[in-house]
Structure formats: structure tokens, C-alpha cells
């Protein structure tokens, strides 16, 4: 009867610690227990990731009834999107970093100032993108090495979905403030809202329905706009209510360029970490697109099932930057240690768990996205299989890169990037796949290679513990 009270007194407690993580309200994560810190921050985030990953997963499920030009087309310009994920990335490192060490600091007011100024520069850098995707979108796609069936009917996605790029940096800028504030659900919300409508919209405006009339691929681009779209309403609405501790007023509202040349600081190392990774990621395509579509339909696919995997990881790596930014506005860097660790060792048990599954069911899985095509699903199983074997140190490798970001050191993950992407694993891969022969192969086995030894060096920086000194 004891062990009966205790077990139903645990379920009482985490179901309301699961009601109090979703409710949306923001929390001081600079004292108390750590593992209730992790556990109230890490269920949203997750949760946001995961619907930040099913945005590619029913894009790639809808996509791939068109035909396999139309899955290589969406790989060719997810590998393009990447920068401006990259870009959307960093300048959301940095307003999540000066945002929650203003929180930390208990100084609401300064943070409300520093995410008005972050949607400006956001705005800036967005409409430069823009006007590649006008002019540009099909010369990019023959850059990338696609054929005369893509740049001839397909180019239209790509260009949409460049030139609509301000929706995809609005959502990762905002959801990286409420993230900063500690009000991960707001982020959370504001996906799932988005993702609701284009789950909606993507069939219907490929297919048409009724009066509404069959785009193809470019429905595709369409529905995830408006779906990020609505999103970023729903964000905006909530920045400018007064029901949170980021509450931008009439005053903030003014131009600020010493804040603004902050964040342009901080997000400069973070869009540079990302846009070296991102970079890196176009020459693998590049490599693999030497061997045909079906060995790029393939990656494709295997890419978006490995990343709809580790979004809950990548919820739990900004759940820790959240609390080094925050304890260390605080002044508590040793609890900011504590947590990092801690989050790191959560995260590694959770992609063990999920790359083994990967592995095991990798043939079944594909065959949900693309039928009789024997050999893409071939190239998709021999992708996930080994990348999901460097897993256990990109465990590590994740929540402390973001660690890093979180206390606005983005300079020591970039030259870690640097070095890791283009004087390792580039040149690597390019020697296996091409030199040695093994192919589209070769170049998967160097990408759990390149991220498992990246992860042993990060975790050798952040012991040093020259983080905790930064200033932002």
C-alpha cells in the first residue's frame, strides 16, 4: 500500500509539473531544484522542436506522392534554406542570450528593449534574402548541381520559399525571446498553431480542392508560409500584450543602435557557427548529388526523419542555454555548470534510445514517405544507420555547443565548426565518398565521425570554464 501512495504521489507530482511546464508563464530558474529547471523548460522546448521538425516531415510525406524530382527539388533548397536557418539561428542565440541574462539580472524593462531591437535587425537582414530569392532562386538550384527537370518545372518552390524567407526568421528570432524569458510554451504554441494549419493547407494546395486549384510542388511552399505566417501573428500578439515579463511598449519602440550593435555582435558568431555548418552541409549535397537523384531523394528523406529524431535534443540543448543565461545574469555560474552537465547526460540517454530505434525500424520508416523506389530507400537506410552512430557524443556535443551560445560565447562553437566542418569532415568525406569509392556511403560515415570528435573537443573547452567570464 506504501509503494502505492508513493508511485501515485510521483504521478500527482510530474502531471503538475508537465500542467505548470505548458502553461505558459515565465519562472525563475536562477534558484531551486535544477532537475525541476530542466524538466519545466525542456518539456516545451521539445515540444516546439518537434513541431519545428514535422513542418519538413509533412512537407516530405505530401512531396513525395509528386515523384522523386519533386522530393530532390525540396532537398536541393532545404540545403539552400539552411543558411537562412543559419542566419534565423544566430540572431535567435543571441537575443535568447542577452534576454535571459537581462531576466537574470532582474531588469524586464532592458530585455523588453533588446527584443524590440532584435525583430529590427531581424527585418534588415530578411529582406536582403528576399531579393535573392526574386532574382536568383533558379540559378541557385543549378548551382547546386540540379538537373533540367527541377530548374525548368520546379524552381517555383524554391523561389517562394527564399523570397518568403522573413516568416521562417520571425518565428526561430521570437521563439528564441520567449525562450530567453523562460516561456517556452508561448515558442511551443506558436508551432503548433502554424503547423496545424499547414498539416491543413500543404495537401490541399498541392492536390486543390474544390474551387481552390492544384499548385504541385509550389502548394507546398505555399502552405508552409501562410502556416508560419499565422505563427508569427500569434507570437506578435503575445509580445505586445501585457501578461508577460517581455512586454514591448510604445518607448521600446525606438531605435537603439548600441543594443542593436549587441546583438548584431553576439549574432554575428552564432549566424557564422551556423553558416559554416550550413555551408558544409551544401558541399555533402554537392558530393552526393555526383551520384544521382535517388542517392539525393534518399539523404533527403533519411536527413528529415534524423532531424524530426533530435529536435527533443535540441529542446533540451536550448533549455540549458536558457539557464546559463539566466544564472549567470544571476551570478551563479556554478549552478549554470551544474545544469549543462546534467541536461547533457538527460540528452545523452534519450538519442541512445532514439538511434537505436532509428536503426532497428530505418527500412519501414522510409517506406512511409516513398514507395518503389528500392533504391532510394537504400541510400536512406545506409544514411541513418551510421549517422545515428556518432549519437552518443553528439549527445554532449549539442547541449554544450548551445551552453556556449547561452552565455553569449558564440566565438568558441564557430572556430569549433570551422574546424571540425572544413579542415575535417569536408575533406574527409570528399576522399571516402570519391577517391576511395564507397559513395554517398562514405560520405555518412564522415558525418558521425566529424560530429563525435567536434563533441570530444567541446566538452574539453567547456571544462576549462573560460564561459563563464563572458560579458553580454
Not at 486543390?208 to 500578439?237: E, N
Not at 549543462?340 to 530505434?357: D, E, K, S
Amino acid at each position: 500500500m506504501t509503494n502505492t501512495n508513493a508511485r501515485t504521489s510521483r504521478g500527482k507530482h510530474i502531471f503538475q509539473l508537465l500542467k505548470e511546464s505548458l502553461n505558459g508563464k515565465e519562472i525563475d530558474y536562477t534558484s531551486g531544484s535544477i532537475n525541476r529547471a530542466i524538466f519545466l523548460l525542456s518539456v516545451p522546448m521539445v515540444l516546439e522542436m518537434l513541431m519545428e521538425s514535422v513542418f519538413a516531415l509533412v512537407d516530405a510525406f505530401f512531396v513525395s506522392k509528386i515523384g522523386k524530382f519533386a522530393v530532390a527539388t525540396v532537398g536541393l533548397t532545404e540545403s539552400m534554406l539552411t543558411i537562412i536557418y543559419s542566419l534565423a539561428i544566430g540572431l535567435s542565440m543571441a537575443a535568447t542570450a542577452v534576454i535571459a541574462r537581462r531576466i537574470g539580472e532582474k531588469n524586464p524593462e532592458k530585455a523588453s528593449q533588446a527584443a524590440m531591437q532584435a525583430i529590427y535587425l531581424t527585418t534588415i537582414v530578411s529582406i536582403a534574402v528576399s531579393v535573392i530569392g526574386v532574382f536568383y532562386s533558379r540559378d541557385l538550384l543549378i548551382l547546386m548541381g540540379a538537373d533540367a527537370s527541377i530548374t525548368t518545372d520546379n524552381y517555383h518552390y524554391t523561389e517562394i520559399m527564399l523570397t518568403g524567407n522573413i516568416v521562417v526568421m520571425m518565428i526561430f528570432l521570437i521563439n528564441g525571446i520567449f525562450r530567453g524569458a523562460g516561456n517556452a510554451a508561448i515558442a511551443m504554441k506558436s508551432l503548433w498553431l502554424a503547423n496545424i494549419l499547414n498539416i491543413i493547407l500543404c495537401p490541399t494546395l498541392i492536390n486543390g480542392l474544390g474551387p481552390i486549384p492544384a499548385f504541385g510542388l509550389k502548394g507546398a511552399a505555399i502552405a508552409t508560409t501562410i502556416g508560419r505566417g499565422c505563427g508569427v501573428l500569434y507570437q506578435l500578439y503575445n509580445l505586445f500584450n501585457d501578461k508577460g515579463m517581455i512586454r514591448i511598449k510604445r518607448p521600446h519602440l525606438k531605435f537603439d543602435f548600441p543594443v542593436m550593435g549587441n546583438i548584431a555582435r553576439i549574432a554575428a558568431g552564432g549566424t557564422g557557427q551556423f553558416l559554416i555548418a550550413s555551408a558544409s552541409w551544401l558541399f555533402l549535397v554537392r558530393i552526393i548529388s555526383r551520384f544521382g537523384n535517388d542517392a539525393i531523394a534518399g539523404y533527403t528523406i533519411a536527413i528529415r526523419i534524423l532531424l524530426f529524431a533530435l529536435q527533443p535534443s535540441w529542446g533540451m540543448s536550448n533549455a540549458a542555454a536558457t539557464l546559463v543565461g539566466q544564472n549567470l545574469g544571476a551570478g551563479h555560474p556554478e549552478r549554470a555548470e551544474k545544469s549543462v552537465w546534467r541536461t547533457a547526460f538527460y540528452n545523452m540517454i534519450f538519442l541512445a534510445t532514439i538511434g537505436t530505434i532509428s536503426i532497428v525500424f530505418a527500412e519501414p520508416i522510409l517506406g512511409f514517405f516513398i514507395h518503389d523506389e528500392p533504391e532510394v530507400i537504400r541510400y536512406g537506410k545506409e544514411c541513418i544507420t551510421y549517422v545515428c552512430m556518432g549519437y552518443l557524443f553528439y549527445a554532449y556535443g549539442m547541449v554544450i555547443a548551445q551552453s556556449f551560445n547561452g552565455a553569449g560565447d558564440t566565438k568558441t562553437p564557430t572556430i569549433l565548426n570551422l574546424f571540425g566542418f572544413w579542415f575535417f569532415q569536408i575533406p574527409l568525406a570528399y576522399v571516402v565518398a570519391v577517391h576511395m569509392g564507397m559513395g554517398p556511403k562514405g560520405v555518412f560515415m564522415c558525418i558521425a565521425i566529424a560530429e563525435s570528435a567536434m563533441a570530444i573537443v567541446a566538452i574539453f573547452l567547456f571544462r576549462r570554464g573560460k564561459w563563464k567570464l563572458t560579458k553580454v
